[in-house]
């Protein structure tokens, strides 16, 4: 992707690599503010509804978190990150999203338990615990992340504010949720994935489309 960058005379995007996926995150922030929109009717920008929002990623640290911990802070959202003490978030990252914070006056916080990560959150989120490139690492991984599931159980216990919304970037699979929040009112995850498309789209006008 980098060496495409360098020498193409046409933009590139970044789909998903290890450590990014900035179109994923586009998807995400139109889904928040679609539904925390319309909870903040006076709101006059995207900024005015995302501000103040507190999510909770619990699960492993990837490129998802990776561009959430870019995108997120910048824009005054706080962020609750908890991933087994086995998979720390980058030292680079981590520094990234602080200065952002420190500039927006908004949070981050890391978390080893699922519990302490999601008190007082909007939005819980989750992905994979094996990404592609990861699949020998599976049976290991799967022990390391136990307790790690979003449940019911979970968010009982964690207490997220009243109206707390979950989120995935799919393809999901049981042992990261379950099946009563997958499925619940609380799930965003398909009008997140319909979103993906929006905002590819608007990504592609934006960035090679001809204009008089």
């Not at 999901?172 to 319909?194: G, M, N, T």
Request: with cysteine; aromatic share 10%.
């Amino acid at each position: 992707i980098t060496g495409l960058a360098k020498y193409s005379s046409a933009p590139i995007v970044n789909a998903l690599c290890d450590e990014n996926h900035p179109t994923q995150i586009l998807a995400d922030l139109l889904t928040i503010w679609e539904v925390f929109g319309k909870r903040k009717p006076e709101a006059k920008s995207i900024f005015d509804v995302v501000r103040g929002l507190n999510v909770a990623w619990v699960g492993d640290a990837n490129n998802i978190i990776y561009e959430m911990l870019s995108a997120f802070p910048k824009c005054g959202i706080n962020m609750n990150v908890c991933t087994p003490s086995k998979y720390p978030v980058p030292e680079s990252v981590q520094q990234m999203a602080k200065t952002d914070a420190d500039k927006a006056k908004s949070s981050v916080s890391y978390f080893s338990d699922p519990v302490k990560a999601v008190e007082g959150a909007d939005i819980i989120v989750t992905d994979t615990w094996v990404s592609m490139g990861q699949e020998a690492e599976k049976a290991q991984r799967l022990q390391d992340f136990a307790g790690y599931q979003v449940t019911q159980q979970l968010v009982d216990a964690g207490k997220p504010n009243d109206g707390w919304i979950f989120m995935h970037c799919l393809p999901r699979k049981p042992e990261e949720v379950s099946d009563e929040i997958f499925y619940s009112d609380r799930s965003v995850v398909f009008q997140e994935a319909e979103n993906r498309k929006w905002t590819i789209l608007a990504a592609f006008n934006a960035l090679f489309s001809k204009r008089a």
